[in-house]
Protein backbone atom coordinates (compact mmCIF):
# COMPACT_ATOMS: atom_id res chain seq x y z
CA UNK A 1 0.00 0.00 0.00
CA UNK A 2 3.11 2.21 -0.43
CA UNK A 3 2.86 4.71 -3.53
CA UNK A 4 4.46 7.50 -4.97
CA UNK A 5 3.88 11.10 -2.94
CA UNK A 6 1.71 12.66 -5.72
CA UNK A 7 2.84 15.74 -7.88
CA UNK A 8 1.08 18.81 -7.62
CA UNK A 9 -1.94 18.36 -10.15
CA UNK A 10 -2.05 14.56 -10.99
CA UNK A 11 -5.08 12.97 -12.14
CA UNK A 12 -5.78 9.19 -10.50
CA UNK A 13 -8.34 6.68 -11.58
CA UNK A 14 -10.42 5.12 -9.54
CA UNK A 15 -11.95 1.78 -10.86
CA UNK A 16 -14.60 0.37 -8.37
CA UNK A 17 -15.26 -3.18 -9.57
CA UNK A 18 -18.89 -4.59 -7.93
CA UNK A 19 -20.22 -8.02 -9.17
CA UNK A 20 -23.07 -6.34 -11.25
CA UNK A 21 -21.33 -2.91 -11.91
CA UNK A 22 -17.82 -0.97 -12.93
CA UNK A 23 -17.90 2.92 -11.99
CA UNK A 24 -15.11 4.79 -13.15
CA UNK A 25 -14.12 8.32 -10.83
CA UNK A 26 -11.18 10.37 -11.92
CA UNK A 27 -9.90 12.18 -9.41
CA UNK A 28 -7.34 15.33 -9.49
CA UNK A 29 -5.34 15.63 -6.69
CA UNK A 30 -2.90 18.80 -5.74
CA UNK A 31 -0.58 19.05 -2.72
CA UNK A 32 -3.02 20.36 0.46
CA UNK A 33 -6.29 20.96 -0.99
CA UNK A 34 -8.81 18.12 -0.36
CA UNK A 35 -8.99 15.60 -3.77
CA UNK A 36 -11.63 16.73 -6.70
CA UNK A 37 -13.84 13.84 -8.11
CA UNK A 38 -13.90 16.08 -11.51
CA UNK A 39 -15.71 12.89 -13.72
CA UNK A 40 -17.66 9.63 -13.52
CA UNK A 41 -18.75 7.31 -15.35
CA UNK A 42 -21.01 3.80 -14.67
CA UNK A 43 -21.73 0.61 -16.09
CA UNK A 44 -24.11 -1.87 -15.40
CA UNK A 45 -23.53 -5.56 -15.90
CA UNK A 46 -26.23 -8.01 -16.75
CA UNK A 47 -26.50 -11.17 -14.71
CA UNK A 48 -27.79 -14.78 -15.58
CA UNK A 49 -28.00 -16.95 -12.71
CA UNK A 50 -26.02 -20.54 -13.63
CA UNK A 51 -23.90 -18.61 -16.27
CA UNK A 52 -20.67 -19.40 -14.40
CA UNK A 53 -17.71 -16.86 -13.82
CA UNK A 54 -16.49 -16.65 -17.44
CA UNK A 55 -19.44 -14.41 -18.42
CA UNK A 56 -19.08 -12.02 -15.38
CA UNK A 57 -15.23 -11.64 -16.58
CA UNK A 58 -16.20 -11.01 -20.25
CA UNK A 59 -18.96 -8.36 -19.45
CA UNK A 60 -16.93 -7.05 -16.92
CA UNK A 61 -13.98 -6.84 -19.39
CA UNK A 62 -16.53 -4.94 -22.26
CA UNK A 63 -17.57 -2.74 -19.24
CA UNK A 64 -14.10 -1.41 -18.83
CA UNK A 65 -13.51 -1.70 -22.47
CA UNK A 66 -16.17 1.14 -22.85
CA UNK A 67 -15.30 2.89 -19.79
CA UNK A 68 -11.60 3.33 -20.99
CA UNK A 69 -13.03 5.11 -24.43
CA UNK A 70 -15.40 7.42 -22.12
CA UNK A 71 -12.25 8.12 -19.73
CA UNK A 72 -10.07 8.84 -22.68
CA UNK A 73 -12.23 10.98 -24.69
CA UNK A 74 -13.03 12.93 -21.18
CA UNK A 75 -9.25 13.74 -20.60
CA UNK A 76 -8.91 14.42 -24.66
CA UNK A 77 -11.34 17.28 -24.40
CA UNK A 78 -10.59 18.80 -20.80
CA UNK A 79 -6.66 18.78 -22.06
CA UNK A 80 -7.39 21.25 -24.90
CA UNK A 81 -8.92 23.57 -22.04
CA UNK A 82 -5.94 23.71 -19.98
CA UNK A 83 -7.22 22.35 -16.93
CA UNK A 84 -5.81 19.10 -16.37
CA UNK A 85 -2.85 17.02 -17.26
CA UNK A 86 -2.52 15.17 -20.33
CA UNK A 87 -2.07 11.98 -18.51
CA UNK A 88 -3.47 9.93 -15.82
CA UNK A 89 -0.82 9.02 -13.02
CA UNK A 90 -1.83 5.52 -11.66
CA UNK A 91 -4.82 3.37 -12.22
CA UNK A 92 -6.55 1.75 -8.79
CA UNK A 93 -8.57 -1.16 -9.11
CA UNK A 94 -11.40 -1.66 -5.84
CA UNK A 95 -12.73 -4.63 -5.61
CA UNK A 96 -15.70 -6.12 -3.76
CA UNK A 97 -16.09 -10.03 -4.15
CA UNK A 98 -16.53 -12.30 -6.15
CA UNK A 99 -13.08 -10.43 -7.30
CA UNK A 100 -11.55 -10.26 -3.67
CA UNK A 101 -10.91 -11.97 -0.44
CA UNK A 102 -9.35 -10.61 2.45
CA UNK A 103 -8.63 -12.03 6.16
CA UNK A 104 -8.30 -10.18 9.24
CA UNK A 105 -5.71 -11.40 11.96
CA UNK A 106 -4.23 -10.24 15.05
CA UNK A 107 -1.24 -11.55 16.65
CA UNK A 108 0.75 -11.18 19.99
CA UNK A 109 4.40 -11.79 20.61
CA UNK A 110 6.35 -12.35 23.58
CA UNK A 111 10.28 -11.61 24.35
CA UNK A 112 12.16 -12.10 26.93
CA UNK A 113 13.23 -8.83 27.40
CA UNK A 114 12.60 -5.71 25.83
CA UNK A 115 13.36 -5.79 22.12
CA UNK A 116 12.79 -2.60 19.77
CA UNK A 117 10.46 -2.10 17.59
CA UNK A 118 11.09 -1.75 14.11
CA UNK A 119 9.24 -1.90 10.80
CA UNK A 120 11.23 -4.42 9.58
CA UNK A 121 10.22 -6.44 12.73
CA UNK A 122 5.94 -6.00 12.17
CA UNK A 123 6.48 -6.92 9.04
CA UNK A 124 8.49 -10.00 9.50
CA UNK A 125 6.12 -11.32 12.42
CA UNK A 126 2.91 -10.78 9.68
CA UNK A 127 4.46 -12.44 7.17
CA UNK A 128 5.18 -15.10 9.41
CA UNK A 129 1.62 -15.40 11.06
CA UNK A 130 0.50 -15.00 7.25
CA UNK A 131 1.77 -18.43 6.58
CA UNK A 132 -0.23 -19.86 8.83
CA UNK A 133 -3.87 -18.94 6.85
CA UNK A 134 -2.48 -18.02 3.58
CA UNK A 135 0.94 -20.84 3.18
CA UNK A 136 2.92 -19.63 0.12
CA UNK A 137 2.41 -23.09 -1.64
CA UNK A 138 -1.89 -22.47 -2.10
CA UNK A 139 -0.31 -18.87 -3.14
CA UNK A 140 1.50 -20.70 -6.29
CA UNK A 141 -1.36 -23.72 -7.03
CA UNK A 142 -4.26 -20.95 -6.71
CA UNK A 143 -2.70 -18.71 -9.02
CA UNK A 144 -3.63 -16.33 -6.18
CA UNK A 145 -1.56 -12.60 -5.23
CA UNK A 146 -1.76 -10.66 -2.27
CA UNK A 147 -2.83 -7.01 -3.45
CA UNK A 148 -2.95 -5.78 0.01
CA UNK A 149 -1.75 -5.72 3.21
CA UNK A 150 -2.88 -3.15 5.82
CA UNK A 151 -1.73 -2.42 10.00
CA UNK A 152 -4.34 -1.50 11.94
CA UNK A 153 -3.34 -1.35 15.30
CA UNK A 154 0.35 -1.74 17.24
CA UNK A 155 0.16 -2.43 20.93
CA UNK A 156 3.32 -2.19 22.95
CA UNK A 157 2.98 -4.31 26.73
CA UNK A 158 -1.28 -4.02 25.83
CA UNK A 159 -1.55 -0.03 25.10
CA UNK A 160 -2.34 1.33 21.86
CA UNK A 161 0.66 3.59 20.16
CA UNK A 162 0.55 5.74 17.09
CA UNK A 163 4.23 6.06 16.92
CA UNK A 164 5.86 2.92 17.75
CA UNK A 165 9.27 2.72 15.64
CA UNK A 166 12.01 2.67 18.07
CA UNK A 167 10.09 2.09 21.17
CA UNK A 168 11.08 -0.95 23.21
CA UNK A 169 8.56 -3.70 24.45
CA UNK A 170 8.61 -6.86 25.84
CA UNK A 171 5.01 -7.45 24.11
CA UNK A 172 3.53 -6.78 20.57
CA UNK A 173 0.49 -6.82 19.38
CA UNK A 174 -0.38 -6.76 15.93
CA UNK A 175 -3.81 -5.90 14.20
CA UNK A 176 -3.64 -6.47 10.30
CA UNK A 177 -5.24 -7.90 7.01
CA UNK A 178 -4.63 -8.93 3.92
CA UNK A 179 -6.50 -9.34 0.25
CA UNK A 180 -6.04 -11.55 -2.38
CA UNK A 181 -6.86 -12.08 -5.63
CA UNK A 182 -6.76 -13.76 -9.21
CA UNK A 183 -3.47 -13.60 -10.62
CA UNK A 184 -5.44 -13.95 -14.18
CA UNK A 185 -7.44 -11.52 -12.92
CA UNK A 186 -5.49 -8.98 -12.25
CA UNK A 187 -3.70 -9.37 -15.49
CA UNK A 188 -6.85 -9.26 -17.69
CA UNK A 189 -7.89 -6.12 -15.68
CA UNK A 190 -3.67 -4.31 -16.50
CA UNK A 191 -4.57 -5.08 -20.01
CA UNK A 192 -7.62 -3.58 -19.63
CA UNK A 193 -6.50 -0.34 -18.29
CA UNK A 194 -4.95 1.14 -21.68
CA UNK A 195 -5.08 4.56 -20.24
CA UNK A 196 -1.85 4.26 -17.81
CA UNK A 197 1.43 2.19 -17.55
CA UNK A 198 0.73 -1.34 -16.51
CA UNK A 199 2.68 -0.57 -13.75
CA UNK A 200 1.12 2.22 -12.45
CA UNK A 201 -1.64 0.10 -11.49
CA UNK A 202 -2.96 -1.06 -8.13
CA UNK A 203 -5.53 -3.22 -6.69
CA UNK A 204 -7.72 -3.08 -3.08
CA UNK A 205 -10.21 -4.34 -1.62
CA UNK A 206 -13.34 -2.47 -1.35
CA UNK A 207 -14.16 -2.86 2.50
CA UNK A 208 -11.10 -2.54 3.47
CA UNK A 209 -10.65 1.49 1.79
CA UNK A 210 -14.56 2.10 3.30
CA UNK A 211 -13.15 1.58 6.62
CA UNK A 212 -10.17 3.42 6.34
CA UNK A 213 -12.48 6.11 5.40
CA UNK A 214 -14.95 5.57 8.16
CA UNK A 215 -12.31 5.94 10.32
CA UNK A 216 -11.94 10.00 9.02
CA UNK A 217 -15.48 10.43 9.15
CA UNK A 218 -16.32 8.64 12.56
CA UNK A 219 -13.20 8.74 14.33
CA UNK A 220 -14.92 8.31 17.88
CA UNK A 221 -16.76 5.37 16.46
CA UNK A 222 -14.29 2.14 17.30
CA UNK A 223 -16.24 -1.02 16.71
CA UNK A 224 -19.36 -1.53 13.81
CA UNK A 225 -20.06 -3.83 11.35
CA UNK A 226 -19.86 -2.50 7.90
CA UNK A 227 -22.30 -4.24 5.24
CA UNK A 228 -22.01 -3.50 1.74
CA UNK A 229 -24.89 -4.58 -0.57
CA UNK A 230 -24.09 -5.05 -4.45
CA UNK A 231 -25.54 -6.87 -7.14
CA UNK A 232 -25.16 -10.22 -6.83
CA UNK A 233 -23.76 -9.92 -3.19
CA UNK A 234 -23.35 -8.56 0.15
CA UNK A 235 -19.78 -7.88 1.70
CA UNK A 236 -19.37 -8.05 5.46
CA UNK A 237 -16.50 -6.39 8.37
CA UNK A 238 -16.64 -6.44 12.02
CA UNK A 239 -14.57 -3.38 13.20
CA UNK A 240 -13.34 -3.61 17.04
CA UNK A 241 -10.79 -1.28 18.55
CA UNK A 242 -10.45 0.29 15.45
CA UNK A 243 -9.61 -2.49 13.74
CA UNK A 244 -11.04 -4.85 10.92
CA UNK A 245 -11.60 -8.76 13.00
CA UNK A 246 -13.87 -10.68 10.68
CA UNK A 247 -14.16 -10.34 6.43
CA UNK A 248 -16.99 -12.16 5.15
CA UNK A 249 -19.17 -11.95 1.98
CA UNK A 250 -22.26 -13.92 0.70
CA UNK A 251 -23.73 -14.60 -2.44
CA UNK A 252 -27.49 -12.77 -2.21
CA UNK A 253 -27.00 -9.62 -3.24
CA UNK A 254 -29.72 -6.87 -4.40
CA UNK A 255 -30.40 -8.97 -7.23
CA UNK A 256 -30.15 -11.96 -6.28
CA UNK A 257 -33.30 -10.83 -3.88
CA UNK A 258 -35.48 -9.05 -6.55
CA UNK A 259 -35.36 -12.11 -8.99
CA UNK A 260 -35.81 -14.97 -5.96
CA UNK A 261 -39.26 -11.51 -5.47
CA UNK A 262 -40.14 -12.13 -8.96
CA UNK A 263 -40.13 -15.36 -8.52
CA UNK A 264 -42.36 -15.89 -5.67
CA UNK A 265 -44.75 -13.93 -6.83
CA UNK A 266 -45.00 -14.27 -10.31
CA UNK A 267 -44.68 -11.00 -11.54
CA UNK A 268 -41.18 -9.86 -13.88
CA UNK A 269 -37.95 -8.11 -12.38
CA UNK A 270 -39.31 -4.54 -13.12
CA UNK A 271 -42.64 -4.96 -11.16
CA UNK A 272 -40.65 -6.99 -8.34
CA UNK A 273 -37.94 -4.36 -8.01
CA UNK A 274 -41.29 -1.82 -7.79
CA UNK A 275 -42.45 -3.66 -5.20
CA UNK A 276 -39.49 -3.49 -3.24
CA UNK A 277 -39.36 0.05 -3.74
CA UNK A 278 -42.77 0.68 -2.37
CA UNK A 279 -42.95 -1.87 0.42
CA UNK A 280 -39.34 -0.39 1.95
CA UNK A 281 -41.44 3.56 1.35
CA UNK A 282 -44.73 2.08 2.96
CA UNK A 283 -46.50 3.08 0.12
CA UNK A 284 -47.58 -0.32 -0.60
CA UNK A 285 -51.50 -0.29 -0.90
CA UNK A 286 -54.07 -2.22 -3.24
CA UNK A 287 -53.51 0.15 -6.01
CA UNK A 288 -49.86 -0.72 -6.59
CA UNK A 289 -49.55 -4.94 -5.61
CA UNK A 290 -51.87 -7.48 -3.80
CA UNK A 291 -50.97 -9.44 -0.43
CA UNK A 292 -49.23 -11.87 -2.10
CA UNK A 293 -46.70 -9.07 -3.64
CA UNK A 294 -46.30 -7.75 -0.13
CA UNK A 295 -45.58 -11.31 1.65
CA UNK A 296 -43.02 -12.27 -1.33
CA UNK A 297 -40.98 -8.88 -0.96
CA UNK A 298 -41.13 -9.58 2.93
CA UNK A 299 -39.59 -13.30 2.47
CA UNK A 300 -37.21 -11.77 0.12
CA UNK A 301 -35.82 -9.62 3.36
CA UNK A 302 -36.26 -12.45 5.14
CA UNK A 303 -34.07 -14.94 2.87
CA UNK A 304 -31.12 -11.87 2.64
CA UNK A 305 -30.88 -11.57 6.31
CA UNK A 306 -31.18 -15.64 7.08
CA UNK A 307 -28.17 -16.12 4.85
CA UNK A 308 -25.95 -13.33 6.68
CA UNK A 309 -26.65 -15.06 9.96
CA UNK A 310 -25.52 -18.26 8.36
CA UNK A 311 -22.40 -16.22 7.35
CA UNK A 312 -21.55 -15.49 11.24
CA UNK A 313 -22.75 -19.36 12.01
CA UNK A 314 -19.89 -20.65 10.65
CA UNK A 315 -17.08 -18.53 11.63
CA UNK A 316 -14.99 -19.48 14.14
CA UNK A 317 -14.61 -18.77 16.75
CA UNK A 318 -17.41 -16.81 16.95
CA UNK A 319 -17.59 -12.81 16.02
CA UNK A 320 -19.41 -10.64 18.24
CA UNK A 321 -21.74 -8.33 16.92
CA UNK A 322 -21.37 -4.78 17.89
CA UNK A 323 -24.71 -2.96 18.83
CA UNK A 324 -23.75 -0.28 15.49
CA UNK A 325 -23.75 -1.33 11.63
CA UNK A 326 -23.15 1.06 8.86
CA UNK A 327 -24.83 -0.29 5.64
CA UNK A 328 -24.10 1.03 2.14
CA UNK A 329 -26.77 -0.95 -0.89
CA UNK A 330 -26.10 -0.39 -4.57
CA UNK A 331 -29.77 0.29 -4.36
CA UNK A 332 -32.93 -0.20 -2.42
CA UNK A 333 -30.83 0.93 1.20
CA UNK A 334 -34.17 1.25 3.07
CA UNK A 335 -35.69 -1.82 2.27
CA UNK A 336 -31.70 -4.02 3.62
CA UNK A 337 -32.10 -1.78 6.48
CA UNK A 338 -35.28 -2.96 7.59
CA UNK A 339 -34.32 -6.16 6.68
CA UNK A 340 -31.15 -5.70 8.98
CA UNK A 341 -33.57 -4.61 11.77
CA UNK A 342 -35.50 -7.92 11.75
CA UNK A 343 -32.79 -10.08 11.27
CA UNK A 344 -30.89 -8.22 14.12
CA UNK A 345 -33.29 -6.69 16.60
CA UNK A 346 -31.54 -3.67 18.17
CA UNK A 347 -29.33 -3.08 15.99
CA UNK A 348 -28.39 0.39 15.22
CA UNK A 349 -28.16 1.45 11.70
CA UNK A 350 -26.14 4.29 9.90
CA UNK A 351 -26.47 4.87 6.00
CA UNK A 352 -24.15 7.46 5.19
CA UNK A 353 -25.31 10.57 3.72
CA UNK A 354 -23.09 12.23 1.45
CA UNK A 355 -23.29 15.47 3.47
CA UNK A 356 -21.01 13.56 5.58
CA UNK A 357 -18.39 12.75 3.47
CA UNK A 358 -17.71 16.91 1.18
CA UNK A 359 -15.92 17.49 4.34
CA UNK A 360 -13.24 15.72 2.66
CA UNK A 361 -13.84 15.28 -1.08
CA UNK A 362 -14.75 17.64 -3.75
CA UNK A 363 -17.29 16.94 -6.44
CA UNK A 364 -17.66 18.48 -9.55
CA UNK A 365 -21.19 20.32 -10.20
CA UNK A 366 -22.04 18.42 -12.45
CA UNK A 367 -20.82 14.95 -11.25
CA UNK A 368 -23.04 12.50 -9.47
CA UNK A 369 -21.87 12.68 -5.70
CA UNK A 370 -21.48 8.90 -5.22
CA UNK A 371 -20.95 8.02 -1.78
CA UNK A 372 -18.58 4.66 -2.50
CA UNK A 373 -16.19 7.16 -5.10
CA UNK A 374 -15.87 9.45 -2.43
CA UNK A 375 -15.18 6.99 0.41
CA UNK A 376 -12.62 5.37 -1.94
CA UNK A 377 -11.02 8.55 -2.79
CA UNK A 378 -10.47 9.62 1.12
CA UNK A 379 -8.75 6.21 1.69
CA UNK A 380 -6.60 6.42 -1.44
CA UNK A 381 -5.68 9.98 -0.50
CA UNK A 382 -4.94 9.08 2.69
CA UNK A 383 -2.86 6.06 1.45
CA UNK A 384 -0.70 8.27 -0.63
CA UNK A 385 -0.23 11.31 1.97
CA UNK A 386 1.40 8.14 4.21
CA UNK A 387 -1.37 8.37 6.94
CA UNK A 388 -1.60 4.46 6.45
CA UNK A 389 0.31 1.97 6.36
Same mark, same amino acid.
Given at each position: MLFTKPPQGSLILILD???????????? &??ENVLPRIVHTYHKNIGSRPGSGSSRIIHTTL???????????????????????????????? &???????????????????????VSEKLILDLISKERTNFLPESELENNHVDIIEQKIFNVRLNGYPVADWKDKKTK???????????GSNTEELFRDACTIVPRSHVHFHSSLLL????????????????????????????VVN???????????????????????????????????????????????????????? &?????????????????????????????????? &???????????AAYPGTQIEMLTIEQIKPFVR???????????????MALYSIMRGAVI
Open positions: IQSSLVRASLVY &VEEALKEIMGNVYHFINLEVHKDKFPKKIKEAHF &VLSSPWVISQAKTLTQKFEQNVQELEISFAVSVAQHIALRQIMPHQAAYTLVHVHGELTDVARHSCIFFGSYPVGAFTVVRRIARESNTDLEVADSAVKLCADNCFDTTHGTGKDISA &VQAGGEYWGREMQKMFATVQPPVGLPAHTILCGH &VHESFFVESLKYEAHEEPARLSGLYT
